[in-house]
């Protein structure tokens, strides 16, 4: 449950000591952004658009998966985080070697779906989180702020269509679960990474590290 941040004394003390007192909640964020969308709507009426979206979205197999950690959803991109205890507890999507192939697996099964129209292209940008705290500034709200999850917000600005960018922190993080395997890291949809980028991303003070998967 989120820590709840009100205090109206904008000096309160009691808050800054609250404040103190909040963990860091290490885990995974994602952005998914639904390609095309907003072009469509101009094109097209609800029963269009609509269709499309919901079909999308149902398809997005991780929202089905995790659905409690579904954080928010600002027009047709959507951020969802998942803290490191939460996925341990889960039984067929519990690596981040396996959250990565989810993912690619879905962008692939979309893009390849014998039935045309059916659904929407999308992106997604991934990075393993730890300054990130679970706090919200809205009763009954979940929510998580911290430097890294506006990386991974920055991250998004490198998605186009069917493309996969995730940060090199998170990619250890995958290569590490390949290790406890005894399995390559070129395995599975990491045969098809990029070599390493760097940027140096607005309002980032240290530059950023990231890998670009294609799905074709």
Not at 47 to 61: E, Q
Not at 112 to 136: G, Q
């Amino acid at each position: 449950m989120a820590y709840y941040i009100h205090f109206k004394d904008p000096n309160s003390e009691e808050m800054v000591s609250y404040l103190a007192s909040v963990p860091a909640c290490p885990g995974t964020c994602f952005f998914m952004d639904i390609n095309r969308s907003t072009d469509m709507k101009y094109l097209g009426g609800l029963t269009d658009w609509g269709r499309k979206l919901n079909n999308t979205f149902n398809f997005l197999s991780l929202l089905n998966d995790f659905p409690e950690n579904i954080v928010k959803g600002i027009g047709d991109e959507i951020m969802l985080f998942i803290p490191d205890e939460v996925l341990k507890t889960k039984t067929a999507i519990n690596s981040y070697y396996m959250l990565l192939e989810e993912i690619y697996a879905t962008l692939f099964n979309i893009q390849h779906y014998p039935v045309p129209d059916t659904f929407l292209p999308c992106k997604v940008a991934i990075h393993y989180c730890t300054e990130v705290h679970n706090v919200t500034f809205f009763k009954d709200a979940n929510d998580y702020y911290g430097s890294d999850i506006d990386l991974t917000a920055r991250l998004m600005t490198k998605c186009l269509e069917n493309r996969i960018v995730l940060s090199e922190k998170f990619l250890n993080k995958v290569h590490k679960d390949l290790r406890s395997l005894n399995l390559p890291e070129n395995t599975g949809c990491l045969r098809h990474i990029s070599e390493r980028f760097l940027e140096n991303f607005k309002g980032v003070p240290v530059s950023t590290k990231y890998r670009i998967i294609d799905v074709e």
